[in-house]
């Protein structure tokens, strides 16, 4: 009798080189300070506007250019409250 061949036949798809799921790119993020410096280029609102959108948020967190344009709209949006003397 003669020799089997026993090599294993290739499968084309056993070692065929799948790219991973792409990964969902995150937008980059800046602190207040660095989004203040370009606030009316990047939010069309003044640097007195910005600070007063951002007085309340805490200065060590940073924020999506995105995120921070939502925040003033949102703070724009709300009436204005007098102080009380």
């Not at 800046?30 to 203040?36: E, G, H, N, S, V």
């Not at 250019?65 to 949006?77: D, F, G, N, P, S």
């Amino acid at each position: 009798m003669g020799k089997t061949n026993t090599t294993p036949t290739a499968d084309p798809n056993q070692n065929a080189i799948t790219d991973p799921a792409p990964e969902e790119k995150k937008a980059p993020e800046f602190t207040i300070a660095r989004l203040r410096e370009d606030c009316a280029k990047l939010f069309g609102v003044t640097s007195c506007v910005f600070d007063g959108a951002t007085r309340s948020v805490d200065a060590k967190k940073t924020f999506t250019v995105e995120a921070m344009k939502t925040h003033i709209k949102e703070w724009m949006a709300k009436p204005a409250v007098p102080r009380n003397k």
